[in-house]
C-alpha cells in the first residue's frame, strides 16, 4: 500500500531534477498511472528508463503551446479519463541584470513560468476530479530579492497568487491547490545558473551561508513534500506555500 493508491498524476517538466524526483517518488507511493511531459523525447526517454514502472506515460511537447496542451489533453483522456493530481513543475530560471533585459527574455520566461501554468490548469480541468490535488511550483525567489532574477522571481510571485485565487474557485469541488516551494537545490539547474557569466564565483559558497541548515537541499526532499501535497495526508490544506528551503527564506 501506497499514500497514492489508485491516484492518477500529471508531472510537467518531470524529465530530469525535481520533476523527475517526484516521478519516482510517486511510483514509490504506488500511484496508479503516471503521464509525465518534457520538450525533448530523448531525456523523455531516459527518465523512462530510471522510473522502471509499466505504469508511466511520456508526453512530449511544450507546455506554453495551446496546441501541444490539446494533445495532452486527449492522451489524458484517452487513457485514463480522469486526473487525481497535477504537478506544475515545467519552469526555466534565466538571468538578467536590469537594464540588460530582453523582450524575449520577458517573453520566455512569462510564457513558460506563467501562462503555461493557466492554461494547463485550464485545459486539464474538466478531467480532475472533486477533490483533486493541484501543486504549483513556485521558489523561495517569490520573496527574496536577488540581482539578476527580478524577471524570475515576479514569474514565481504569480504562481503564489494562483494557488489562493484559485483555491477560492474550486473550492466548490474540493479540489485544493497549493504551492511548493523550493530553496536551494542541489540540480543541473542551480549549477547552470553558477557557470552563468556574471555571476561571482562565490555564487554557491554565499548562498549556503544563508541556509540556516547549511547546505542545499535535495531534489528527493522536495518529491516527498510533494507527496505529502498530493496524499490526504494534506486533506485540510489549500491555498498554502510550503517553502522546502532550509529556512532560507523564513529567517
Known amino acids: 500500500m501506497g499514500k497514492l493508491d489508485g491516484k492518477i498524476a500529471l508531472i510537467t517538466g518531470a524529465s530530469r531534477g525535481i520533476g523527475l524526483a517526484i516521478a519516482q517518488q510517486f511510483i514509490a507511493e504506488n ?82 513560468n506563467v501562462k503555461a501554468i493557466v492554461f494547463t490548469i485550464q485545459k486539464l480541468l474538466p478531467l480532475l476530479t472533486d477533490g483533486a490535488s493541484i501543486i504549483l511550483m513556485g521558489s523561495v525567489s517569490s520573496i527574496k530579492g536577488h540581482p539578476m532574477t527580478s524577471i524570475y522571481s515576479a514569474s514565481k510571485a504569480a504562481v503564489r497568487s494562483f494557488a489562493r485565487c484559485w483555491s477560492m474557485e474550486l473550492k466548490h469541488r474540493r479540489i485544493r491547490v497549493n504551492t511548493l516551494s523550493p530553496g536551494s537545490i542541489d540540480t543541473e539547474m542551480i549549477k547552470n545558473v553558477a557557470n552563468t557569466q556574471g555571476i561571482k564565483a562565490t555564487f554557491i559558497s554565499d548562498l549556503i551561508s544563508a541556509v540556516p541548515l547549511n547546505r542545499f537541499g535535495t531534489s528527493d526532499e522536495v518529491a516527498k513534500t510533494a507527496v505529502f501535497l498530493a496524499s490526504d495526508d494534506s486533506s485540510y490544506i489549500t491555498g498554502i506555500e510550503l517553502f522546502i528551503d532550509g529556512g532560507r527564506g523564513q529567517v
Open 31 to 112: 500511484v496508479q498511472h503516471l503521464f509525465i511531459t518534457g520538450r525533448h523525447q530523448n531525456t523523455l526517454n531516459e527518465a523512462l528508463e530510471q522510473l522502471r514502472s509499466q505504469n508511466v506515460t511520456t508526453v512530449q511537447g511544450d507546455v506554453s503551446d495551446m496546441t501541444h496542451l490539446d494533445s495532452l489533453y486527449q492522451i489524458i483522456q484517452q487513457h485514463q479519463q480522469r486526473l487525481d493530481i497535477i504537478v506544475v513543475n515545467a519552469g526555466i530560471s534565466p538571468l538578467a541584470l536590469l537594464g540588460s533585459i530582453t523582450e524575449n527574455d520577458f517573453d520566455q520566461t512569462f510564457n513558460i
